[in-house]
T-cell receptor, first 110, second 117 residues
């Protein structure tokens, strides 16, 4: 089976930087995605890593180490609107849907 | 990017009844997925719906309880049958669409919030 581990909750101060880690155990790993979900909303795509290294998109960056089965999402210059749940999700080989982690609830405080 | 709509957006249903949720995509997609998200929980895949074939169900989900239709490449329905309060959840439709910017990105509909009394 597939398993993903990420912290259940993280609290950070507005303007700061926060890193949300994700470790995974899968067979047929293809890539790691990150999704953001605000309360009452649908998950929205943030980033995708298929290769080792850092991908940067504005204030958000995502990192992947395939050899360590590990990735993280880095959020910089935190804003109150970043308070949400963040899910890492594994893409497996073949026409398969994403497998989601349990999610990390980020609270940004003033 | 794919635009997905779902109907109804929310419903309150009585125990023992059934509800059919519709998912419409603005472009043709090969695979559509149905997820369930219970309050405060992660997304759990119910089934994969392919046009022209039977849906493929994940462990713990069966066709009698969650029948799925996929009549064409832009539409699917999920029925929650003989509902109980444990079925109270958000049901999400999702499609996969690749682009030259984002490989195999999965898009989600707005979800259907179901409450079973």
């Amino acid at each position: 089976g597939q398993s993903l581990e990420q912290p259940s909750e993280v609290t950070a101060v507005e303007g700061a930087i926060v890193q949300i880690n994700c470790t995974y155990q899968t067979s047929g790993f293809y890539g790691l995605s990150w999704y953001q979900q605000h309360d009452g909303g649908a998950p929205t795509f943030l980033s995708y890593n298929a290769l080792d290294g850092l991908e940067e998109t504005g204030r958000f960056s995502s990192f992947l180490s395939r050899s360590d089965s590990y990735g993280y999402l880095l959020l910089q210059e935190l804003q109150m609107k970043d308070s949400a749940s963040y899910f890492c999700a594994v893409k497996l080989r073949g026409n398969t849907p994403l497998v989601f982690g349990k999610g990390t609830r980020l609270s940004v405080i003033a | 990017s794919a635009v997905i709509s779902q109907k109804p957006s929310r419903d309150i249903c009585q125990r023992g009844t059934s509800l059919t949720i519709q998912c419409q995509v603005d472009s043709q997609v090969t695979m559509m997925f149905w997820y369930r998200q219970q309050p405060g929980q992660s997304l759990t895949l119910i089934a994969t719906a392919n046009q022209g074939s039977e849906a493929t169900y994940e462990s713990g989900f069966v066709i009698d309880k969650f029948p799925i239709s996929r009549p064409n490449l832009t539409f699917s329905t999920l029925t929650v049958s003989n509902m109980s309060p444990e079925d109270s959840s958000i049901y999400l439709c999702s499609v996969e669409q690749g682009s030259r910017y984002r490989n195999n990105e999965q898009f989600f509909g707005p979800g259907t919030r179901l409450t079973v009394l």
